[in-house]
């Protein structure tokens, strides 16, 4: 836990430039803006936005963010040094990034003598004349630097006189932050530690004047560092690849090792296997090693935060993700379940409340009685274990997975059944049946598919049809036409996700299916199941259900209404 002594923390997030360079992510200016704004709200104090220049949609995000600034946040434009045996002054892309009207840029510049001699193919000492020239160059025109010294553990492993050199280059020109840029993602944790505490100790001894790192003669920049109260100089930070698995533990211990500012994106976005994931690193840093990042309130935004992200990138969220999936804090074991009731610290590492979290007790056949009571009590509804409807649920739920149900992923359907055997379930309506109709025809890319379906609401017999691009959409359609005159929040909800198992496949197209259908009303987003050798049924009995809880979350939300006035 943070207090007020707590040693600060800045955390530089780059989900708007280095995220979207994950393969499948693509995202548009307004989606950038909307993003943009959450991390804003999460108390994030830099965020990357973008390379100027590099293509029209970044010109036009910098753009929009002059008319109406964030709130907090620092935006910061990405650039790389210039070319070489160029001017920056003369260098077209450093113009853009002026335009962009920022007042911090990020620098990116070789570290690596392999990257300059056969990357760039220039020499080394034209490399740093790069940094320097660039660096001053946007010092002059009033800018505030941070310096991405990319591939930096490879290049001081592999020549670390030179890669300090760099280092030199920047703060002399006037870089308020040098960033070590782990950017292959290969190097381990005790390496990360090593290396930082060199460059801090070394960095600091020149700063200071009481060393001179013993790299030859230094040629003096125009623009010496301007000493900032907020950022004593040099101040270092760390970016960490995950091709090895070790993005987050690399930061963390680089923090360790004397890191002030962490780069990261949400969710771990980016190249390649992702960068460091700041939903994981901001609760470790603030929750267990006692920095502050950003405030308590700020922090139980997280899980939202990171949910809202990959719903703007149309990424499905990774329910297993530590701190903020949905899966974080979920417990199946009756062991487990019987345990965490108790005392939830027999098997939770922090509160998931602290993240915007919570607990969830998964149903399945290796449930327990405590299980079932447990998930009932999270849905309001109270059961008495000494009393036969809590055992008759826990039976039927373990025939049902015998079956093919699964009810860990389909909590909705599991409600559904909860309140049938407790004799509660309301009828909304009733399918009294369907047809479905496929026309495939030869030389046409698509098929169109027809659905017929006959219900009865209150007693009345209503028969509908409706097309579709294929036999679930269009019964999924049809099912709406018929019921939305009597429901008209139905045109609310959305068929949002679909999943389709086969469960014994050594049966070939005789196989029993499990379909999983998950729906939403723009608010809540809920599962439900379906099971059968006819994958139309079980994606008939998943579709049904999905409106049958949508109608029944309404209700409830109408009663909860209704009391409160």
Not at 82 to 102: F, H, K, V
Not at 342 to 357: A, D
Not at 469 to 478: E, I, K, M, Q, T
Request: charged residues 20%; negative net charge; proline residues 4%.
């Amino acid at each position: 836990m943070t207090t007020n002594s707590s040693p600060q923390l800045w955390l530089y997030d780059t989900t708007l430039r280095d995220g979207t360079q994950r393969e499948g992510l693509s995202v548009s200016i307004e989606d950038k803006l909307r993003i943009a704004r959450r991390l804003d709200q999460l108390g994030i104090p830099f965020i990357e936005g973008g390379w100027p220049g590099a293509n029209p949609k970044d010109v036009q995000f910098f753009w929009q963010l002059q008319e109406d600034p964030l709130k907090q946040a620092e935006i910061v434009a990405f650039c790389s040094t210039r070319r070489p045996n160029s001017t920056a002054a003369t260098e077209p892309m450093l113009q853009d990034i002026l335009a962009a009207g920022t007042r911090w840029v990020t620098i990116f510049g070789k570290s690596w003598d392999l990257h300059v001699t056969t990357g760039l193919k220039t020499t080394l000492e034209e490399n740093l004349a790069m940094i320097r020239d660039t660096i001053e160059y946007l010092r002059s025109q009033g800018r505030r630097i941070i310096y991405d010294a990319e591939h930096w553990f490879d290049g001081y492993k592999h020549n670390r006189d030179y890669a300090l050199q760099t280092l030199e280059a920047a703060i002399a020109s006037g870089a308020e932050w040098l960033v070590l840029c782990d950017t292959n993602g290969g190097t381990l944790p005790h390496e990360i530690s090593q290396i930082v505490q060199d460059v801090v100790k070394v960095t600091g001894d020149w700063v200071s004047g009481t060393g001179d790192w013993g790299l030859g003669t230094r040629k003096e920049s125009s623009q010496s560092p301007i000493p900032n109260p907020q950022f004593p100089m040099p101040q270092i930070g760390i970016h960490t690849h995950n091709d090895s698995e070790m993005a987050v533990a690399n930061a963390i211990a680089a923090v360790m090792a004397g890191a002030k500012m962490v780069q990261g994106t949400i969710n771990g976005y980016g190249e390649r296997c992702g960068n460091a994931n700041l939903c994981s690193l901001i609760p470790n840093l603030q929750l267990k090693a006692g920095y502050s990042c950003i405030t308590e309130d700020q922090l139980t935004q997280l899980t939202e935060a990171s949910r809202f992200v990959s719903e703007v990138v149309n990424l499905a969220p990774d329910e297993h993700a530590p701190f903020v999936g949905r899966s974080a804090f979920a417990h199946k074991g009756g062991i487990h379940v019987s345990a965490v009731e108790r005392n939830p610290l027999t098997y939770e590492h922090i509160q998931p409340e602290q993240v915007g979290n919570h607990r969830r007790i998964v149903i399945s056949e290796q449930s327990g009685l405590s299980n079932v009571l447990a998930k009932a009590r999270s849905f309001g509804i109270e059961l008495d274990q000494q009393k036969a409807e809590a055992r008759e649920i826990l039976q039927r739920l373990k025939d049902l997975e015998s079956e093919g149900f699964q009810f860990e992923a389909a909590e909705a359907s599991f409600v559904l059944l909860m309140h049938e055997a407790l004799g509660g379930r309301q009828k909304f309506f009733e399918v009294k049946g369907f047809q479905v109709h496929c026309d495939l025809i030869e030389g046409k890319e698509t098929s169109n598919a027809l659905a017929t379906v006959k219900i009865a609401v209150d007693g009345k017999n209503i028969l509908e049809a409706a097309e579709g691009n294929g036999p679930v959409a269009a019964l999924d359609a049809a099912l709406r036409k018929a019921l939305v005159n009597f429901f008209p929040q139905i045109a609310t909800f959305d068929l949002t996700d679909y999943k389709v198992r086969i469960l014994n496949g050594h049966t070939g197209t005789a196989a029993k299916t499990r379909v999983l259908v998950e729906s939403g009303n723009g608010r809540q987003r809920w599962t439900t199941v379906g099971v059968s050798t006819n994958i139309l049924e079980a994606s008939y009995q998943a579709v049904v259900e999905g409106l049958e809880y949508g109608l029944l979350l309404h209700s409830q939300a109408e009663a909860a209404l209704k009391a409160s006035t």
